[in-house]
């Protein structure tokens, strides 16, 4: 069967908020998002809230970009409300609030759902660059002031899932985002060890027994917790008044360990400073690590695993630096993975693990920075 045209699923997305008080006087698509189509609709009437202008997601069981990759049929509404409608935002403890944005409904009949439109927002992934890339003097307090927002709220919101049985049944009906986040961190890694032979080679079995202990860690959902599933720059969003961080895109919310959130944004506030060389990075990485502290031996060392997993596997998938980069990538990324994986072997059941030398100057600072607050151990 052939995917309709965006201007028909345009077309569905419209007529479903007739009759509605969400029906807009003018609807625009909006471009980015690889699994959802997205709009900014302004509304005939504005909503008892004021708000004259909603940001509309609608789901179609297919990928946007991908019409030939199936999904399976949307969660339902409780799944949707359950995710956005407790609002998500922690008591402020610093300068700057982080919550998700506000929900205000859910149509069935279509997939479609409504909910706040940030203004002028921006990604922390554009908002680094552009505040802190050309700056003489990038201001070290705003970077830490973000990290450390991230940090404490993302640990709220793990110790407020952790024991949340309803929770826990609505994520575990989300078996694709779990095995997708699963595929694109690990699974991956015997495929980047035939594109980058000359730098993963001698790590071909590590990778595999770490995808396999891995693999374990997920068979037990009971030993799981409900998680964002997709917690990066690029689903953090500033708006103008740049003290307002908004968590969006829980469409991958599942079960699966704590790390994994943990791991993707500290890759991302380390890929700025490794990539883009914006002390920003290491500052807001570190200040995320502390907020999060005291972590546990096991906790930090598992965070490591699994930010040179995301550095093997997407980092050198996403086309986001030059091609003269990638293998400094991939072997940044097996140095982080070898020695954590080196230390807590053990515990993901890891039966060899040779002493890999940290060659590598960026391996040993990012170890300082995730470490340094936290262990008095070091990775090698």
């Known amino acids: 069967m052939t995917a309709p045209s965006k ?40 909503l008892d809230d004021g708000a004259k202008t909603v940001f509309i997601k609608h789901a179609e069981p297919y990928m946007k970009v991908r019409p030939e990759t199936a999904l399976p049929p949307d ?29 205000y409904s859910f149509i069935e009949d279509s997939s479609t759902q409504i909910l706040e439109y940030m203004t002028e927002g921006t990604t922390l992934k554009e908002f680094i660059p552009k505040y802190f890339g050309h700056a003489t003097t990038p201001k070290e307090s705003d970077a830490r002031e973000i990290g450390k927002t991230v940090g404490s709220w993302l640990k709220w919101i793990h110790q407020l899932t952790a ?3 309803e929770m826990h049944a609505i994520a575990e009906k989300n078996e694709l985002g779990r095995f997708f986040r699963h595929m694109v961190t690990f699974t991956w890694l015997k495929d980047r060890v035939e594109q980058y032979p000359s730098v993963l080679s001698d790590a071909k079995e590590i990778f595999r027994e770490v995808e396999q202990a891995v693999t374990s860690e997920l068979s037990d959902t009971s030993k799981l917790q409900a998680i964002h599933g997709d917690f990066w720059t690029g689903n953090n969003t500033q708006r103008r008044n740049n003290v307002t961080l908004f968590v969006v895109d829980w469409e991958m919310v599942h079960l699966n360990v704590p790390h994994v959130d943990f791991g993707l944004m500290v890759a991302g506030f380390y890929y700025f400073w490794l990539f883009k060389s914006m002390p920003a990075g290491r500052w807001m990485m570190e200040s995320m690590v502390e907020a999060c502290g005291p972590l546990t031996e096991e906790f930090a060392f598992r965070t490591a695993i699994q930010v040179g997993a995301h550095l093997v596997c997407v980092i050198t998938d996403l086309n986001r630096v030059p091609t003269d980069q990638l293998e400094k990538a991939a072997a940044t990324g097996k140095e982080i993975l070898v020695h954590a994986g080196r230390r807590i072997g053990h515990g993901l059941r890891i039966a060899t693990l040779p002493a890999f030398s940290a060659r590598q100057s960026e391996y040993k600072q990012f170890n300082q920075s995730l470490f340094k607050a936290n262990l008095n151990g070091d990775l090698v």
């Open 7 to 46: 201007d028909e699923v345009y077309a569905k997305v419209k007529k479903g908020l007739e009759a509605t008080p969400f029906e807009p006087s003018k609807l625009t698509q909006l471009a980015g998002g690889s699994v959802n189509f997205t709009y900014e609709a302004a509304l005939a009437k504005p």
């Open 75 to 103: 969660l339902p509404e409780a799944y949707v409300r359950q995710t956005h409608y407790r609002g998500f935002e922690s008591d402020r403890l610093h300068c700057i609030t982080n919550r998700t944005p506000k929900y």
């Open 163 to 165: 024991n949340d049985a």
